[in-house]
C-alpha cells in the first residue's frame, strides 16, 4: 500500500446527495442471481467460496456462511441458461463478499491453493481483494477492509487504486489455522455494476437513492455509500458504449438488496425514488414486511427493504 494524501477522518471525504441521504446504518443485503444449473453452482458456491445451504426450494437455495443465518446470496436456476456474454453486458460486474478479518482473507488464500482454484487480486488502499468467476461467468469478489485509520483522502475524495496484492503476507496473516467455510460475520460488503453512463448513475443512485458519492476520478467508475463507507456501490462504464442489459436466457444479475433501519427510512426512500421519476413500487407481505422495488436507468433492480426482515 503506497497511498498519500490526508487521513479520511469521519466526515472529512465523501459529497453528499442534494436532497434526501440515506441513514448511516445502511447497508447491502442478498443478491439473486439466475444460473444455469443449481446443482453445479451450489457445489461451487459451498466448495470453492466455502458458503453454507440454508434452505432449498425448488429452482431456488439460499446460501449464508457458516454458523450464521445472514442469507447472502440467492441462487435460481434456469434451465439452459448461457453463460455470462463477456463482450459487454450492463448489470453486474461483481457482488463482494466482506470477510471479518484479514487473517481470515489469508486463510481463504491458502485455500484457493490448496484446490488449485484461480483468482486475481487487488489491493485498494482501502480493503485487500480477491476475484473470481463463478461457473456461469457471473463475478464475485471475496475482500477484507483495512482499518478505517488508515485510509485517506484528497479533498473530499476517498482514495482508492488497484495494485498488487502481498499475498504471501496475507497467508502468514492466517496463522496456522485453516480455512473452514466463510466464517460466521460475512456480509455481502457491495454490490459493482455495469451502467450505461456515471452521471445517470449518479442521479439514480446518489440523488434518486440518496448515496453519499465517495470516489469520482478513477477511471469510468464512480464509487458511492451511506456512513462513510468506502463504498457499497461500485458503477463503471467498463462494458463500452454499446452493452446492453443481459437477456432473460443468460446468466445474470436477478435483483440485489439494500437493507436499511426503519419503516419510516424505506418510507423516505420511496418518496425520493417517486419525486424523481424513477419506479418505486411498495409492497407489503400478509407478514407485514414491506419492500420498495425500483430499477435504474438500465433495468437493473433493486429491492430496498427493512433490515432484519
Known amino acids: 500500500m503506497t497511498s498519500t494524501g490526508d487521513l479520511a477522518t469521519a466526515g472529512s471525504y465523501g459529497e453528499a446527495p442534494s436532497g434526501y441521504r440515506l441513514p448511516d446504518a445502511t447497508h447491502v443485503g442478498a443478491v439473486t442471481l439466475q444460473v444455469a444449473s443449481l446443482e453445479r453452482s451450489v457445489q461451487y458456491y459451498t466448495q470453492v467460496l466455502g458458503m453454507h445451504v440454508a434452505h432449498r426450494a425448488g429452482a431456488t437455495v439460499q446460501l449464508t456462511p457458516h454458523g450464521d443465518d445472514r442469507v447472502l446470496v440467492v441462487l435460481h436456476e434456469q434451465r439452459g441458461a448461457r453463460p455470462v456474454d463477456r463482450r459487454g453486458r450492463l448489470g453486474l460486474y461483481h457482488f463482494a463478499l466482506l470477510l471479518p478479518s484479514r487473517s481470515d482473507l489469508g486463510r481463504f488464500v491458502a485455500h484457493l491453493a490448496a484446490i488449485g482454484a484461480r ?16 461457473p456461469d461467468g457471473l463475478g464475485i469478489e471475496v475482500y477484507a477492509d483495512r482499518p478505517r485509520e488508515a485510509w485517506r483522502r484528497s479533498g473530499r475524495e476517498l482514495l482508492m487504486a488497484t495494485d498488487p496484492v502481498d499475498l504471501h503476507a496475507l497467508v502468514q496473516a492466517a496463522g496456522e489455522t485453516r480455512w473452514a467455510g466463510m466464517p460466521a460475520g460475512t456480509v455481502m460488503g457491495h454490490v459493482h455494476l455495469h451502467v450505461g453512463d456515471l452521471a445517470g448513475a449518479q442521479a439514480f443512485y446518489s440523488e434518486a437513492l440518496g448515496l453519499d458519492r465517495m470516489v469520482w476520478r478513477y477511471p469510468g467508475a464512480l464509487f458511492l455509500a451511506a456512513g462513510g463507507y468506502h463504498h457499497h456501490l461500485g458503477t463503471n462504464v467498463w462494458a463500452g458504449p454499446t452493452a446492453a442489459p443481459a437477456p432473460a436466457d443468460e446468466a445474470r444479475l436477478l435483483h440485489w438488496a439494500l437493507d436499511l433501519p426503519s419503516r419510516a427510512d424505506l418510507e423516505a426512500v420511496q418518496a425520493s425514488l417517486a419525486a424523481a421519476g424513477y419506479p418505486a413500487e411498495l409492497a ?17 433492480r433493486l429491492v430496498v427493504r427493512v433490515a432484519g426482515r
Open 119 to 134: 483468482a486475481a487480486s487487488g489491493d485498494h488502499w482501502v480493503s485487500e481483494a480477491l476475484y473470481l468467476t463463478d
Open 284 to 300: 407489503v407481505a400478509p407478514d407485514g414486511t414491506a419492500t420498495v422495488t425500483t430499477q435504474d436507468p438500465w433495468g437493473t
